[in-house]
């Protein structure tokens, strides 16, 4: 669950109206499209050792909330040798996130880092299967079990 906004300070906020709070280690991504009353994209970013990374996607990832994802996994590839996506609470994936994380993944094994899934999601199982991508990716039933084995 993540924190209520009122908890955290903003620490950035961009012009796309993104804002970037920070709580502890923790890191929060809020995308906000004014077209929608409420929030439609959360990333929430938790410390695990020196070297782990685990990204929490929360909502929808379309071509609007897409570049805040690539963002955060970018950045968090830059710190971490093993970066886990959980994609357990996305709700609406569309091609245009697929596409992110083909994109992660390939910069990942080029800079001979891990991006792992966690994606128990009936959406986004389904998108990752029709797309015949899912082999593409390394895929975990849990957070636990994708932290394993650190490179």
Do not use: W
């Amino acid at each position: 669950m993540l924190p209520h906004v009122d908890e955290m300070a903003p620490v950035s906020q961009g012009t796309s109206g993104r804002h970037v709070l920070r709580c502890a280690s923790r890191y929060i991504v809020r995308a906000m499209n004014s077209a929608f009353p409420a929030d439609i994209l959360h990333l929430q970013v938790a410390e695990h050792g020196a070297d782990a990374r685990v990204v929490t996607v929360t909502g929808e990832v379309d071509a609007l909330t897409a570049p805040q994802l690539a963002d955060v996994l970018t950045a968090q590839l830059a710190v971490a040798r093993i970066v886990v996506v959980d994609l357990d609470a996305v709700q609406f994936m569309a091609s245009a996130g697929l596409r992110v994380l083909f994109e992660i993944d390939e910069l990942a094994t080029r800079q001979d880092r891990c991006l792992r899934l966690v994606s128990n999601s009936p959406t986004v199982t389904l998108v990752l299967e029709t797309s015949g991508l899912r082999d593409q990716f390394t895929v975990a039933n849990n957070v636990a079990d994708a932290l394993k084995n650190k490179p």
